[in-house]
């Protein structure tokens, strides 16, 4: 498969939040969201088979992956990555983008699915696969990337409809007001995680981090 990066760093967002993660950033990607901030995963990569990852991630004392991208259900042999991965005991995480289905994820032990659905400011909401919210399970986590109050509310709308039994997390577009979005969220008492970008917050927003 080919891949974009893989590094050892501190997780800035979502239930893992501060822990110690080794990423696997997959290249490639079906969306083309305004605000994102891995365009470099785009096509840049280098094709690798599965063990010379598993050699590179044994090199770090970690037992937390993050898979992530671009896309990495994109990949024809993520799901047998996955799978070996599980088997060497290893606690996954894979972030993917809401527009492809989830089915090969929901059945599988060790694994977090990490689905970031896509709200208007990112321009690809209608792209978005919604059904995938019913297969999420209690351990999974739901991220809406939110820049102003029209994403707010959709992300609002989403999870009246859907009902989702997981984590949601209401993160703000990097550099944009996370004191408005706090404030929205207590005005509705709604049940959702603000989610900040810890690795940027520490380092900048940068590669490898």
Not at 65 to 89: A, R
Not at 119 to 148: A, G, V
Request: charged share 30%; hydrophobic share 35%.
């Amino acid at each position: 498969m080919k891949i974009n990066e893989i590094f050892y760093s501190i997780q800035g967002e979502g239930k893992w939040t501060g822990l110690p993660n080794i990423f696997i950033r997959t290249t490639g990607c079906n969306l083309r969201c305004s605000y994102c901030d891995t365009k470099y995963a785009y096509e840049k990569g280098i094709e690798k088979t599965i063990q010379e990852i598993t050699k590179e991630i044994k090199k770090y004392k970690c037992k937390k992956i993050c898979i992530t991208g671009g896309e990495p259900l994109q990949q024809k042999d993520i799901i047998e990555l996955i799978n070996h991965l599980i088997d060497l005991t290893y606690n996954i995480l894979v972030e993917t983008n809401g527009s492809l289905k989830i089915d090969s994820l929901k059945d599988k032990k060790n694994l977090i699915i990490s689905l970031d659905i896509k709200t208007p400011s990112s321009k690809m909401h209608e792209k978005m696969f919604l059904q995938n919210i019913n297969l999420l399970r209690k351990k999974d986590q739901i991220k809406f990337i939110i820049k102003n109050k029209k994403d707010y509310n959709y992300a609002k709308k989403i999870i009246q409809k859907y009902k989702p039994k997981c984590d949601i997390f209401f993160q703000p577009v990097w550099k944009t007001n996370s004191e408005k979005l706090a404030k929205w969220i207590l005005e509705d008492n709604l049940k959702v995680k603000l989610g900040l970008q810890i690795h940027k917050i520490i380092w900048g927003d940068k590669k490898g981090v």
